[in-house]
T-cell receptor, first 111, second 112 residues
Framework: GENVEQHPSTLSVQEGDSAVIKCTYS??????FPWYKQELGKRPQLIID?????GEKKDQRIAVTLNKTAKHFSLHITETQPEDSAVYFC??????????FGKGTRLSVIA | DAGITQSPRYKITETGRQVTLMCHQT?????MFWYRQDLGHGLRLIYY???????DKGEVPDGYVVSRSKTENFPLTLESATRSQTSVYFC???????????FGPGTRLTVT
């Protein structure tokens, strides 16, 4: 089955700097790659997703890139702000199989 | 987000007791999921359902039972609770397996 590895597990950045979180997946049939943000004590919420027919997608300060050949995808957050502090999860899915999540990255933005 | 609810939000029970966590969604989503979240393990899938009367095991199904007689409800039962089942449980729903999952607010379960 699918296996998703996520790195780093923790990340600290200065406010205004960029943050990059990377994930690799094992199943070449996977074609849907969402990213979720979970603030402390809250539920996970989708922040951006990408499908295998697209290499990059942007939404304001957030972007995701996908390299299907290498089987990895990354989340990029630019101009980080304190409210970006949270745990971020990547995931992958294919066909009728459910999402497989990475173990998460705890991002701390230091003011 | 108000379209998916979980109850109770907090539960303390004793080892060996049966506990049922409820999940209800109002979107008529086909897929529903149960996850547990423990520090260091991220979100681990317990069971999921692609439609009413169809359920499948996830990564950590042992000790849990699910049913889905109606599209909108997906209860999770711990038949005989153990301390290792102390966790935060999230229910989620989605239109398909390759679409955004909407998570409920979670249930914090403590087994003493």
């Amino acid at each position: 089955g699918e296996n998703v590895e996520q790195h780093p597990s923790t990340l600290s950045v200065q406010e205004g700097d960029s943050a990059v979180i990377k994930c690799t997946y094992s199943d070449s049939a996977s074609n849907y790659f969402p990213w979720y943000k979970q603030e402390l004590g809250k539920r996970p919420q989708l922040i951006i997703d990408i499908r295998s027919n697209v290499g990059e997608k942007k939404d304001q300060r957030i972007a995701v890139t996908l390299n299907k050949t290498a089987k990895h995808f990354s989340l990029h957050i630019t101009e980080t702000q304190p409210e970006d502090s949270a745990v971020y999860f990547c995931a992958a899915a294919s066909g009728n199989t459910p999402l497989v999540f990475g173990k998460g990255t705890r991002l701390s933005v230091i003011a | 987000d108000a379209g998916i609810t979980q109850s109770p939000r907090y539960k303390i029970t004793e080892t060996g007791r049966q506990v049922t966590l409820m999940c209800h969604q109002t979107w008529s989503h086909s897929y529903m999921f149960w996850y547990r979240q423990d520090l260091g393990h991220g979100l681990r899938l317990i069971y999921y359902s692609a439609a009413a009367d169809i359920t499948d095991k996830g990564e950590v199904p042992d000790g849990y039972v699910v049913s889905r007689s109606k599209t909108e409800n997906f209860p999770l039962t711990l038949e005989s609770a153990t301390r290792s089942q102390t966790s935060v449980y999230f229910c989620a729903s989605s239109r398909t397996s390759e679409y955004e999952q909407y998570f409920g607010p979670g249930t914090r379960l403590t087994v003493t």
